[in-house]
C-alpha cells in the first residue's frame, strides 16, 4: 500500500507504518519529503578523524605509485596527529590508491593486426559435439569443423587442415623465407610442423639450414619430401632420412594386400596313422 496515502487514512506515522510494514520513521521521511516538494535535506557531510592525514595519505600514495601499505603509512600518520584506529585507517590508505589507479591506469591500445600475422583459434562444446574455430585477425575469415574430441591428436589435425585450406602459412622470419625458397615442398614442412604443435621450429630451420649447406637442394629437397609424405616434422627426422639415403617414395598404403608365403606340398592324414589303427 502507498505510505502517504495510509497516513493520510489514519492520520499517525505508526498507524500507516504498521499497515504499510514498514517503521514509523521511515513513514515520517517520506512525508517530510512529500511536503518538501519531492526534495531531500542537503546533509552535512560528517566528519571522520583521518580527514586531518587524508592529503598527507594521498601524497604518499602518489609518490609511490599506490604501492605503500598501510601499515608503512600508519607511524607517519600518528606522528601527524592522527588519533583513530588501524583499521580505520587501512580503509583510508584503500580508498585513496583506488582513487589514483582511477585518474592512472594504463589502459589499452587497439591492436593493429596485418594481413597474414595473426590466427586465432579456439574450441567450444555444445554438449557432446565440439567446434573448432580459427579466425585470422585482419581479414576475419573463419575455418569452423566439428569434432568429437579435443584431444592432442585432434588439435594440430584441425591446424593441418585449417592451414591447408588457408594456403599454407606465410613465412614470416629471414629463416622461414629463406627456407620457403626451395618450393611447396618446404611451405609444406613449415605448415605441417607448425600444425604439429612443434615449438622449436625456429631453430630446426637453422638446422635445415645448415643441411642444406652440406648436401644441396636437391638432396634436401628430395628428403623433405619423405618427411612430409611419412608426417616427420623435424629437423632430426629430416636429417635421418638423409643419412639413411634413398627409399621408399611414399608410405604403403594401409589395408594392401601382402603376399602370402609359397606352401609346400601337403600330405593327407592317413600318412600319419599309428599302428594301422583305424
Known amino acids: 500500500m502507498d505510505i502517504i ?70 607511524p607517519a600518520a600518528r606522528a601527524a596527529g592522527y588519533p583513530g584506529s588501524a583499521r580505520n585507517f587501512r580503509r583510508l590508505v584503500a580508498d585513496a590508491k583506488k582513487a589514483w589507479r582511477r585518474e592512472n591506469h594504463r589502459g589499452r591500445r587497439p591492436a593493429v593486426w596485418a594481413p597474414g600475422e595473426v590466427l586465432a583459434v579456439d574450441w567450444g562444446s555444445v554438449g557432446a559435439l565440439h567446434v573448432f574455430c580459427a579466425v585470422l585477425a585482419w581479414s576475419r575469415v573463419r575455418f569452423v569443423r566439428f569434432a568429437g574430441d579435443e584431444r592432442s591428436e585432434t588439435t594440430p589435425a584441425m591446424l593441418a587442415g585449417c592451414f591447408e585450406e588457408l594456403g599454407g602459412v606465410r613465412p614470416k622470419t629471414p629463416a622461414e623465407k629463406a627456407f620457403a625458397a626451395l618450393g611447396p615442398v618446404a611451405e609444406q614442412f613449415i605448415a605441417g610442423s607448425a600444425a604439429s604443435g612443434n615449438t622449436r621450429l625456429a631453430s630446426d630451420l637453422d638446422e635445415l639450414a645448415a643441411l642444406r649447406a652440406a648436401h644441396g637442394d636437391a638432396a634436401l629437397t628430395a628428403a623433405l619430401e619423405r618427411a612430409v609424405a611419412f608426417r616427420r616434422w623435424r629437423a632430426e627426422d629430416v636429417w635421418s632420412i638423409l643419412a639413411a639415403g634413398p627409399g621408399p617414395r611414399a608410405p604403403p598404403r594401409r589395408g594392401r594386400s601382402r603376399r602370402r608365403p609359397a606352401q609346400g606340398p601337403v600330405r593327407p592324414l592317413s600318412d600319419y596313422r599309428i599302428g594301422g589303427a583305424s
Open 5 to 74: 496515502s495510509a497516513c493520510q487514512q489514519v492520520g499517525t506515522y505508526r498507524g500507516a507504518a504498521a499497515m504499510c510494514g514498514v517503521n514509523h520513521k521511515t513513514v515520517k521521511r517520506i512525508i517530510e519529503r512529500a511536503e518538501a516538494g519531492g526534495k531531500t535535506r542537503d546533509r552535512a557531510p560528517r566528519a571522520r578523524n583521518y580527514d586531518s592525514v587524508a592529503g598527507l595519505v594521498a601524497g604518499r600514495v602518489a609518490a609511490t605509485s599506490a604501492r605503500i601499505s598501510a601499515k608503512r603509512l600508519l
